[in-house]
């Protein structure tokens, strides 16, 4: 019997992310061409999609586009068919062009939507202002990526639904539950089932717990028949003080749960069919 693409589990990585370096963890990938390895390496065991940040020469967190070309030309120049998400909040006090120009030339699948500004990790404001929020989803609109719309608590949600309502988002959504970021919303099952009764019927969701959150949530989403991202940008251990010496490792760990409980791994045109999105390039 054939399973329904749309009951398949979508699992996304996040490879790279803004804050790990390597004296936190020597196996994160911060440059294009470790970062394009790693992706085509958790492509080949299972995953569907790539969640892309980048780093700039000193591998800070940036926006820097050269970075981002590098990075998906040296995916997409392989035989890896994974579909590419790229973040629109790869650092602090960006100008509105550097977020947007990544996804609006390089055209990946999907892109980032923080829907609210938040005090990120109780130092410092992650801001995405409302004439920000009202231009990026215009120009996705216009360039055919459908928005990831992260969620780090309930407003955001309510944010999304006001977009929907005037058209700078169109249905249907897809959300990123983002839990257990300091200043956000805690890594529990609870809150993942709250913000999950919020959304519309038609959406789909994805969610992730940040650190020792990162397996619960996992778990919940799978039994709940979400999708889940996985990777260091989020968790740097598989396990408790055991550090993750691949992000493939967190595919493998998905995958054995997944297969436990019945669901299917979608492949990158099962995802595709999933959100509603089509291969780009």
Same mark, same amino acid.
């Given at each position: ?89 790869? &650092? ?5 062009? $550097? ?6 030339? @390089?055209? =990946?699948?999907? #892109? ?70 300091? &200043? ?5 099952? $609870? ?6 009764? @919020?959304? =519309?019927?038609? #959406? ?78």
């Amino acid at each position: 019997m054939t399973t329904n693409p749309k009951n398949k589990l979508i699992i996304t990585v996040a490879t790279t992310g803004a804050w790990p370096t390597k004296n936190e963890t020597p196996y994160v990938p911060l440059q294009p061409k470790e970062i394009a390895e790693e992706i085509y390496d958790c492509w080949e065991a299972g995953a569907a999609m790539a969640h892309i940040h980048v780093r700039d020469d000193e591998d800070k967190a940036s926006m820097n586009f050269d970075k981002f070309r590098e990075t998906v030309e040296r995916v997409r120049a392989s035989d890896c068919d994974i579909a590419i998400n790229l973040t629109t909040s790869g &650092g602090i006090g960006l100008k509105d062009e $550097e977020r947007m120009k990544p996804f609006a030339e @390089l055209l =990946p699948e999907m #892109a980032s939507y923080d829907c609210g500004t938040m005090n990120w990790a109780h130092t410092t404001v992650f801001e995405n202002r409302p004439q920000f929020l009202e231009n990026l989803g215009l120009k996705m609109q216009a360039v055919n990526v459908k928005p990831e719309i992260e969620v780090f608590d309930a407003g955001m949600i309510y944010n999304a639904l006001y977009y929907l309502k005037r058209g700078i988002l169109k249905a249907p959504l897809h959300f990123q539950f983002c839990l257990g970021v300091p &200043g956000g919303t805690a890594a529990t099952v $609870e809150n993942l089932l709250h913000l999950k009764s @919020l959304i =519309p019927a038609d #959406a789909t969701w994805s969610t992730f717990g940040v650190g020792k959150g990162a397996v619960p949530i996992m778990l919940a989403a799978i039994a709940l028949g979400g999708h889940v991202r996985v990777g260091m940008e989020d968790n740097i251990f598989l396990r408790k003080d055991v550090l993750a010496q691949s992000n493939v490792e967190f595919i493998e760990q998905v995958k054995r749960i997944a297969h436990e409980a019945s669901r299917e791994i979608a492949t990158p045109d099962d995802a595709r069919s999933i959100l509603g999105v089509v291969k780009k390039v």
